[in-house]
């Protein structure tokens, strides 16, 4: 009985040191799984082994099984020594990296010209300090560790657009398999420069770079090599990644001796929403029509400046529209943005021009020099077919039309005489001509200036649809 009860106080104590160390912060269990069990067999204590522990239907006492156990103490043991600020390598050679990339999404922001890439990077490296026999271990073969317990490759974005940020790994557990191969595979978010070419948009393909490279060590330290191929697995998105290549360079700078390696991926992206281009086209459509039917309109009807006015307006709403899409500073200039502009300009003139013409047909004379070039052959058979009118416009040489009818019927007119001689010795002859204007013949401020107002238009017409099939086949060129 004397027997039993020191036992009891033994196990009593190993129960009480447990606790204590658990409370300082210690390991609360032993290297191999005990559990207290205050159940007097045959008036002796009974101490559980481990088959029993894991067989014991209170064994969550312990919170741990048996693998968890092994688990424990191979971490324990890996870790002990190890220093997850220094660089694994093996007979002081290069630490090798292989990496491979699961592109999932990309977003383009054309403001700012930044491209955003969702991926997921598998990273593979050998650990020498990360070895053991699983047959010690239980037969362990794999154990998870935490970004803070191991080393890991020192990768940065060269290129970034994310501010200090050159890390852009999420932090997830590593993997460690028993020969000292360490797989990563962190979910990572990349955002970098791109220069954008613009000429095609809204139907652009855009081709921005991903570098990648280590900040702090060398070739001769650390070396990156591409696994495989890259993976493209395109979630819903307005932009899809059409091609992805995979370079790696290996750059001398003149302060350093050593070679540095870089990796740069080569992302092709376009947008892919067809809604895209019908929000932008079928505005232009509505545009060209409006514009070239405002060249036809008359110069002289109110129709004329109500659709030029509302053509503007809207080509203008158009541009406003484009500034907050586009950045300001793109070069080159968007083609559809050239034919917008351009279409502006010559609303413009035209608007212009009919007012001003408006405001001097019924004030002031045309200029010499403007109905001279209105008298050119070329001019009088547009007008002749325009206005249906055979005569020449603008001032006649002669405004008045000879009629020759005798004096006595019409008293009281202008008349002059003419002298004509058939010879020296013939009778004279004189024949009284009247001189009465003619009213088509009369000079018309008002209809000269509107001839110079049809005149502009048409001249606008031409170049608008110049602009217009130069930009066409600039498109397609």
């Keep these: 009985m004397a027997k039993a009860k020191s036992t009891s106080v033994l196990v009593l104590f190993n129960y009480l040191s447990v606790c204590l160390l658990s409370c300082n912060g210690s390991p609360a269990l032993p290297p191999y799984p005990v559990k207290f069990n205050s159940t007097l067999i045959e008036g002796k204590a009974h101490l559980s082994t481990p088959r029993e522990v894991k067989q014991h239907p209170n064994s969550y006492l312990l919170g741990r099984s048996q693998n968890s156990t092994w688990s424990e103490k191979l971490k324990h043991d890996l870790l002990k020594n190890y220093d997850?600020?220094?660089?694994?390598?093996?007979?002081?050679?290069?630490?090798?990296?292989?990496l491979s990339m699961a592109f999932k999404n990309v977003d383009l922001d054309y403001v700012t010209a930044k491209l955003s890439i969702n991926s997921w990077m598998s990273m593979k490296w050998f650990d020498p300090a990360l070895q053991w026999d699983p047959k010690k271990y239980g037969d362990i073969k794999k154990i998870y560790l935490a970004p803070q317990e191991v080393w890991q490759p020192d990768l940065s974005t060269f290129n970034s657009a994310g501010g200090n940020d050159v890390s852009p790994f999420a932090e997830v557990y590593h993997v460690a398999t028993s020969d000292g191969q360490i797989s990563w595979v962190p979910p990572c978010q990349f955002q970098v420069y791109c220069n954008l070419d613009l000429t095609y948009w809204p139907f652009d393909t855009q081709v921005c770079e991903l570098i990648l490279g280590s900040w702090v060590y060398d070739g001769n330290s650390m070396d990156f090599h591409f696994e495989d191929d890259n993976e493209i697995a395109q979630y819903s998105s307005l932009w899809e990644i059409t091609k992805v290549t995979q370079k790696r360079d290996v750059e001398h700078f003149s302060c350093c001796t050593e070679p540095y390696v870089t990796l740069t991926y080569?992302?092709?992206?376009?947008?892919?929403?067809?809604?895209y281009g019908t929000l932008i086209f079928i505005p232009t459509f509505v545009i060209i029509i409006l514009t070239l039917a405002n060249f036809y309109i008359s110069p002289s009807s109110s129709e004329k400046f109500l659709l030029c006015g509302t053509?503007?307006?809207?080509?203008?709403?158009?541009?406003?529209?484009?500034?907050?899409k586009l950045p300001?500073?793109?070069s080159p200039t968007p083609i559809i943005v050239m034919f917008y502009t351009n279409t502006l300009c010559l609303l413009s003139v035209s608007m212009i021009c009919c007012m001003v013409?408006?405001?001097?047909?019924?004030?002031?004379n045309m200029p010499a020099i403007i109905q001279s070039l209105l008298r050119s052959k070329l001019l009088v058979n547009?007008?002749?077919?325009?206005?249906?009118?055979?005569?020449q416009p603008g001032i006649s040489p002669n405004p008045y039309t000879r009629l020759r009818q005798d004096i006595s019927s019409i008293p009281g007119d202008i008349y002059v005489r003419e002298h004509s001689k058939k010879s020296a010795g013939s009778q004279d002859?004189?024949?009284?001509?009247?001189?009465?204007?003619?009213?088509?013949?009369?000079?018309d401020p008002a209809r000269e200036w509107k001839k110079l107002a049809c005149l502009m238009d048409k001249a606008l017409f031409y170049v608008y649809v110049g602009v217009f099939v130069i930009l066409a086949i600039h498109c397609y060129l």
């Design 357 to 364: 013409i408006r405001s001097l047909q019924c004030n002031s």
């Design 84 to 98: 997850r600020y220094m660089r694994p390598e093996h007979d002081q050679g290069v630490t090798l990296v292989n």
């Design 328 to 330: 300001l500073m793109a």
């Design 266 to 275: 080569t992302i092709h992206t376009r947008i892919k929403s067809p809604a």
């Design 382 to 391: 547009y007008f002749s077919a325009e206005f249906g009118s055979t005569q």
């Design 311 to 324: 053509t503007i307006i809207l080509t203008a709403a158009l541009l406003i529209f484009f500034s907050h």
């Design 429 to 443: 002859i004189y024949v009284t001509t009247r001189m009465i204007p003619d009213p088509s013949r009369i000079p």
